[in-house]
């Protein structure tokens, strides 16, 4: 008999399964899809040879991810590209607000009024990232954070809605590049903990940087998939699972998965039946003839460009999608991945992609209103398109099973369930069946390629296998 079966072999189910495997347990992992990766995938989807990112490909949470950190997954082949600036945000008089390494740089893009301001709201967390991303991606399962003053002045903003934390600034460059970072959570800007999200989205960029992977976000599950096998744990992959007797005789059974699906393969009934799932996106992979025209010169320069001027733009779009209403101008998240990794396209060609939000299960085309707004800071971009692929709601959900009706986030980021995921109990890993857990997305810390929620899920079920309740 196994120690511990894994299901879904994204970075939380990999992760686990290396953290099982570390403390001597044996373990395998089965993975429907005929390759490991999960959201965190490079293939051809357009041209050969363009390398896209289907999801994620920009990783500031995964090069400052203490479960990460703590392997030596450089030495399974992950290496960290770092852009010339982790993030412009541009706008229509072709300057841009720029996330930088430095706090000076990026102080002095959002103008002389809100430079100091914006100095004093990061100062107290320079320099203490280590602390910060183990409190901010732990679960308060694990007791007291390591930083517990720390972690206490950090809340005051963290629980703030972007909307909110923005009233500092007296003008539209730093509450629009803080906007812009809150839109990761696929939340209005009104949201609570949106605040947060956008703070530790601002001290990553400083602190460890907004990478990507060469060769792309695959090399992820690649170097974690190849240190689980040095550990002598074995992955299955093409072996879709529908239900837990199919799998072979473990101790303990733990799904990267969505609550639904756990659901439905262990047998748990409406275990989550008031688990709510969010908006979704609606994204381009683009294969290009030369880099993106920015006008905005930092934009050139940076891997990660947020195309909406306004926070006003930015909550509006958000705020329509999350009530069921595609935005006519939608706020766009893109990535260049190929400004800093030439093995992603041949010689003198580029990668790009954008994304803008939409309801989840949405079935139109956003792709003319994507194409426009991207036209208004980067004039001519459409002449250098040779192939795009197209990915809306239904398309995102056939691709990824964990993104229930598009919903890239495994769960909606609002209310109660921003902290709560998937719901209240005392160790939110475990479910009712006592050998079956959950280590995917939908439980804390939430999304990101990160591995933490699989790190902390391998703690709950190696306490149970060695009986410590």
Known sequence: MLDAV????????????????????????FEAAGTIGGGARTEELTLPGYRHDPCSAVHPLGVGSPAFRAMPLARHGLEWLHPELPLAHPFPDGTAAVLARSVGETAMSLGPRDAGAYRRLVAPYLRRWDTLARDFLRTQWNGLPADPVGWA??????????????????????RAILAGMAGHAIAPTSGIGTGGLALFFALAGHAVGWPVPRGGSQSIPDALGSYLREQGGAIHVGVEVKRLDELPPARAYVFDTSPTALARIAGLGNAYRHFRYGASVFKIDYALDGPVPWTA????RAGTVHVGPTAGE?????????????????????????????SRAPAGKHVFWAYGHVPR??????????????????????????????????????????????????????????????????????TAHPSVFLCSSATPPGPGVHGMSGHHAARAVWRRLRGYG
Not at 8 to 27: M, S
Not at 387 to 413: H, K, T
């Open 361 to 430: 299960g949405w079935d139109g085309d956003a792709t003319e209103a994507i194409e426009r707004q991207i036209e208004r800071f980067a004039p001519g971009f459409r002449d250098l398109v040779l192939a795009r692929a197209v990915a809306g709601p239904p398309q995102l959900a056939a691709r990824n099973a964990n993104y229930v009706d598009g919903d890239i986030a495994c769960g909606a980021f609002a209310g109660l369930q921003t902290v709560i995921r998937p719901k209240l109990t005392r160790v939110p890993y475990t």
């Open 6 to 29: 894994v299901v879904g072999a994204g970075p939380n189910g990999l992760t686990a399964a290396v953290e099982l495997a570390r403390r001597g347990f044996t373990v395998e992992v």
């Open 153 to 174: 002045r950090f809340g005051l903003h963290a629980a703030q809605p972007v909307s909110l934390l923005t009233r500092r600034f007296r003008d539209e460059k730093a």
């Open 297 to 300: 010169p930092e934009a050139r």
């Open 314 to 342: 930015i909550g509006a779009a958000l705020r329509a999608a999350t009530e069921g209403r595609a935005p006519d101008v939608p706020f766009l998240i893109t990535a260049q991945p190929s400004v800093v990794d030439d």
